[in-house]
């Protein structure tokens, strides 16, 4: 191939590449020249700040903390960010909602959330309300920057030597942000969040923004958030007319609002009023002079019983207002009037019934608490019981506490196989089953051999809905339980049909509602209407709320309408009886005897109810049947009153045939005189109160457990290689 250069070109091309290696060369090596003599320099530089001795071990120290706490700090930004997301939201408007709540007549029953955030201006607070807050919780607010780092470090010293917490050492700016963004679970997490987020406020807001978001925006007792409602509620006036008394024991309120809320415990509240003071006077906001009057005339709150307010109740209806607020189905209206389905008389009588039965036979049968919901088919809840003291704890555990359903369960199994072909006089076997290393027994630790499903569930054996659900699958049995109201996650076990995994009183509720209405997906829910102040409706259920959706078969339900009345006439649940009213039903015990369950229903009613103890300790082998399907009665009793009987849906009226005579005062005579005509209505009520306040004050007498009305099997157990002679019926 020709060369297409001439020996002249070439030779110029080799001179220019070797001009350029040789300024590549050159300028590479002035560079490290010139890096070498800067190196030499600071090396030179560092050695005469040379350090030793106690100066060496300080420097070295110090550089270690530098360099973790750069590092930390990187951390603690990093975990926070997710609580930043929430800051990109209205939060402004996400609590500030004002309800006001009536019963199903119109009737005030009470308040929750806050009142508006410009409805009382700072300024409009009195001043020693304002120095007391601060006093208390802040004294330095004013001077930090949103992390009060003496006060942190004065906290920790004391909670030092008191070998206890007697101080937070949290600001009001991070107080507000736990209030604002954050739960109250105590985690290094949620801390780290909240410090950032105090920081983010600080910058965003100013100091007195800051104080009016917190005065209104801490719970202090009673279903009240925000001075101003706490102000009304105690005292029955405004904020802005407090008295130096009241305020200090309104700002008492924010360290531990259920343990010194005045109108449970008057005495701690005045001490801790004390202690408000004390804190004013050492943080210089006032004199003893002027603290002397408070602390001899100390505030007296308005009487507030207990029994005035269905406080549980309120606490459900308003997060069920929240969250058609935060749907925007409020217009953006932050000041509402809601009618709810509360009847007053029932909700009375549930906490009378849960709280008369832990009295009596609590103690012989170790048990504490107690929680009871009580609806329409449909879903409109008429009383709710959390607990047996609002007071002592909100802890609402007829809607957040999940425990154990037991033999109250299996009502999904046997539904599940009504849907696939089953009938009630299908025959099952019930004899042993193993499934791993597990074999679930019965409680007699017999077996009753071929049966019929009818059978099965009024005696309330075990080993055949696990053979049920082995058959239909459990992944369908969870599913019937989500179609008939069940919003807790089930979790499949080989156990599962005989109830361990975990649902609430109000799921139980809404599940057994499914079949007292004849098939429709039951939703529970409070509020019947919202209307604004002015009286224009925004939200009305009927119009608004979805319609019931059709999710189990009528001839299923039909079926199972049919057992369930056989149980609570013929089986575990018959102390559920109402005389004059076709009632059906399940007992449930889980396992230890930890919760005991009666789940019932009539054509107009639910009833779900639970006892147990918060700590899950077992109880003294209390059964379903037992306090369970007492209180079922003693509610219903009340609910039924005045109302004509609806027929559950799958079953015929009772007939009205005459002329048998009641051989004497016996519960089974009365019930089934009362049930097929033979006696009126409201003897038969009188005479079945009648023997029930006979048994049960022989019985507390006695001090011996209640006896069962009449001749009931047992309710049923597990006793296997996972659950060891553990009840779970």
Same mark, same amino acid.
């Given at each position: 191939?020709?060369?297409?250069? #001439?020996?002249?070109?070439?030779?110029?091309?080799?001179?220019?590449?070797?001009?350029?290696?040789? &300024?590549?060369?050159? +300028?590479?090596?002035?560079?490290? #020249?010139?890096f070498?003599?800067? !190196?030499?320099?600071?090396?030179?530089?560092?050695?005469?700040?040379?350090?030793?001795?106690?100066? =060496?071990?300080?420097?070295?120290i110090?550089?270690?903390?530098?360099?973790?706490?750069?590092?930390?700090?990187?951390?603690?930004? &990093?975990?926070?960010?997710?609580?930043?997301?929430?800051?990109?939201?209205?939060?402004?408007?996400?609590?500030?909602?004002?309800?006001?709540?009536?019963?199903?007549?119109?009737?005030?029953?009470?308040? =929750?959330?806050?009142?508006?955030?410009?409805?009382?201006?700072?300024?409009?607070?009195?001043?020693?309300?304002?120095?007391?807050?601060?006093?208390?919780?802040?004294?330095?607010?004013?001077?930090?920057?949103?992390?009060?780092?003496?006060?942190?470090?004065?906290?920790?010293?004391?909670?030092?030597?008191?070998?206890t917490?007697?101080?937070?050492?949290?600001?009001?700016s991070?107080?507000?942000?736990?209030?604002?963004?954050?739960?109250?679970?105590?985690?290094?997490?949620?801390?780290?969040?909240?410090?950032?987020?105090?920081?983010?406020?600080?910058?965003?807001?100013?100091?007195?923004?800051?104080?009016?978001?917190?005065?209104?925006?801490?719970?202090?007792?009673?279903?009240?958030?925000?001075?101003?409602?706490?102000?009304?509620?105690?005292?029955?006036?405004?904020? =802005?007319?407090?008295?130096?008394?009241?305020?200090?024991?309104?700002?008492?309120?924010?360290?531990?609002?259920?343990?010194?809320?005045?109108?449970?415990?008057?005495?701690?509240?005045?001490?801790?009023?004390?202690?408000?003071?004390?804190? *004013?006077?050492?943080?210089?906001?006032? $004199?003893?002079?002027?603290?002397?009057?408070?602390?001899l005339?100390?505030?007296?709150?308005?009487?507030?019983?207990?029994?005035?307010?269905?406080?549980?109740?309120?606490?459900?209806?308003?997060?069920?207002v929240?969250?058609?607020?935060?749907?925007?189905?409020?217009?953006?209206?932050?000041?509402?009037?809601?009618? $709810?389905?509360?009847?007053?008389?029932?909700?009375?009588?549930?906490?009378?019934?849960?709280?008369?039965?832990?009295?009596?036979?609590?103690?012989?049968?170790?048990?504490?608490?107690?929680?009871?919901?009580?609806?329409?088919? *449909?879903?409109?809840?008429?009383?709710?019981?959390?607990?047996?003291?609002?007071?002592?704890?909100?802890?609402?555990?007829?809607?957040?506490?999940?425990?154990?359903?037991?033999?109250?369960?299996?009502?999904?199994?046997y539904?599940?196989?009504?849907?696939?072909?089953?009938?009630?006089?299908?025959?099952?076997?019930?004899?042993?089953?193993t499934?791993g290393? !597990?074999?679930?027994?019965?409680?007699?630790?017999?077996?009753?051999?071929?049966?019929?499903?009818?059978? &099965?569930?009024?005696?309330?054996?075990?080993?055949?809905?696990? =053979?049920?659900?082995?058959?239909?699958?459990?992944?369908?049995?969870?599913?019937?339980?989500?179609?008939?109201?069940?919003?807790?996650?089930?979790?499949?076990?080989?156990?599962?049909a005989?109830?361990?995994?975990?649902?609430?009183v109000?799921?139980?509720?809404?599940?057994?509602?499914?079949l007292?209405?004849?098939?429709f997906?039951?939703?529970?829910?409070?509020?019947?209407?919202?209307?604004?102040?002015?009286?224009?409706?925004? !939200?009305?259920?009927?119009?608004?709320?979805?319609?019931?959706e059709?999710?189990?078969?009528?001839?299923?339900?039909?079926?199972?309408?049919?057992?369930?009345?056989?149980?609570?006439?013929?089986?575990? +649940?018959r102390?559920?009886?109402?005389?004059g009213?076709?009632?059906?039903?399940?007992?449930?015990?889980?396992?230890?005897y930890?919760?005991a369950?009666?789940?019932?229903?009539?054509?107009?009613?639910?009833?779900?109810?639970?006892?147990?103890?918060?700590?899950?300790?077992?109880?003294?082998?209390?059964?379903?049947?037992? *306090?369970?399907?007492?209180?079922?009665?003693?509610?219903?009793?009340?609910?039924?009153?005045?109302?004509?009987?609806?027929?559950?849906?799958?079953?015929?009226?009772?007939?009205?045939?005459?002329?048998?005579?009641?051989?004497a005062?016996?519960?089974?005579?009365?019930?089934?005189?009362?049930?097929s005509?033979?006696?009126?209505?409201?003897?038969?009520?009188?005479?079945?109160?009648?023997?029930?306040?006979?048994?049960?004050?022989?019985?507390?007498? &006695?001090?011996?457990?209640?006896?069962?009305?009449?001749?009931a099997?047992?309710?049923?157990?597990?006793?296997?290689?996972?659950?060891?002679?553990?009840?779970?019926?």
């Open positions: 191939m020709r060369n297409p250069f #001439s020996g002249e070109q070439l030779a110029k091309i080799k001179k220019a590449l070797l001009s350029a290696d040789s &300024a590549v060369d050159s +300028g590479v090596y002035a560079l490290g #020249s010139s070498s003599e800067v !190196w030499s320099r600071f090396v030179g530089f560092s050695q005469d700040l040379r350090v030793r001795t106690w100066q =060496r071990a300080l420097s070295e110090s550089s270690e903390c530098l360099t973790w706490g750069a590092i930390g700090a990187v951390g603690m930004l &990093a975990l926070a960010q997710p609580a930043f997301q929430a800051t990109k939201e209205d939060w402004r408007k996400r609590v500030d909602l004002a309800v006001t709540f009536q019963d199903r007549t119109g009737v005030e029953i009470g308040r =929750r959330g806050i009142l508006q955030t410009d409805a009382v201006s700072l300024t409009d607070i009195p001043d020693h309300m304002r120095k007391a807050a601060m006093a208390i919780e802040d004294r330095r607010f004013y001077q930090h920057f949103g992390i009060d780092v003496l006060g942190t470090f004065r906290a920790v010293v004391e909670n030092a030597r008191a070998n917490v007697v101080q937070g050492g949290s600001s009001l991070q107080q507000l942000a736990k209030n604002l963004f954050l739960s109250n679970e105590r985690t290094l997490e949620r801390k780290v969040k909240e410090a950032f987020l105090a920081l983010w406020l600080e910058t965003n807001l100013s100091k007195d923004e800051i104080l009016k978001l917190y005065l209104d925006r801490a719970y202090l007792g009673g279903g009240t958030f925000g001075v101003e409602a706490a102000a009304q509620f105690y005292f029955n006036k405004s904020a =802005r007319n407090l008295t130096l008394a009241e305020s200090v024991m309104l700002a008492g309120l924010f360290k531990a609002p259920t343990k010194f809320a005045p109108h449970i415990n008057l005495s701690a509240a005045r001490a801790r009023a004390n202690v408000v003071l004390d804190a *004013l006077v050492a943080s210089g906001f006032m $004199t003893e002079g002027q603290v002397h009057a408070a602390r005339n100390p505030a007296t709150p308005v009487n507030r019983q207990r029994g005035n307010s269905p406080d549980y109740y309120l606490d459900w209806a308003f997060n069920e929240k969250g058609l607020s935060d749907a925007g189905r409020l217009n953006g209206v932050r000041s509402v009037v809601v009618k $709810t389905s509360l009847d007053p008389l029932v909700q009375k009588k549930a906490e009378e019934a849960v709280e008369n039965n832990l009295r009596q036979f609590g103690s012989q049968y170790g048990v504490k608490q107690a929680a009871l919901v009580l609806m329409e088919p *449909l879903g409109a809840v008429r009383a709710l019981v959390g607990g047996r003291d609002y007071g002592a704890s909100q802890f609402n555990r007829a809607t957040d506490a999940q425990r154990q359903p037991g033999s109250s369960f299996k009502v999904y199994v539904t599940t196989a009504m849907m696939n072909g089953y009938t009630p006089n299908s025959v099952i076997t019930d004899g042993p089953i499934i290393n !597990w074999s679930p027994q019965n409680y007699g630790r017999s077996f009753a051999g071929p049966t019929t499903l009818m059978n &099965a569930l009024t005696r309330s054996y075990n080993t055949v809905p696990v =053979r049920l659900g082995r058959t239909l699958g459990l992944d369908k049995v969870v599913a019937t339980a989500e179609k008939m109201g069940v919003r807790t996650p089930l979790r499949i076990n080989r156990a599962l005989l109830g361990t995994s975990e649902v609430t109000m799921d139980q509720a809404a599940g057994y509602s499914t007292a209405n004849g098939g997906r039951t939703i529970p829910y409070a509020a019947t209407e919202i209307r604004d102040n002015l009286g224009n409706v925004l !939200w009305t259920h009927e119009k608004d709320a979805p319609k019931p059709r999710t189990i078969p009528l001839q299923a339900v039909g079926d199972m309408n049919k057992i369930l009345v056989n149980v609570v006439e013929n089986g575990t +649940g102390r559920a009886i109402v005389p009213v076709t009632v059906g039903g399940k007992t449930g015990t889980s396992q230890d930890r919760d369950w009666f789940v019932g229903f009539s054509g107009d009613f639910t009833a779900a109810v639970w006892f147990g103890n918060d700590d899950f300790t077992g109880t003294r082998n209390m059964t379903g049947g037992s *306090l369970p399907a007492m209180t079922f009665h003693d509610v219903m009793m009340v609910a039924q009153g005045g109302v004509d009987p609806k027929p559950i849906p799958g079953l015929a009226p009772r007939g009205s045939a005459t002329g048998t005579p009641i051989a005062l016996d519960p089974n005579s009365v019930d089934q005189a009362a049930q005509g033979k006696l009126p209505r409201k003897t038969a009520v009188v005479l079945d109160e009648i023997y029930t306040l006979m048994m049960r004050a022989s019985e507390q007498v &006695a001090g011996v457990k209640p006896a069962r009305r009449a001749a099997p047992a309710e049923g157990t597990v006793n296997s290689a996972m659950f060891v002679g553990r009840g779970l019926n």
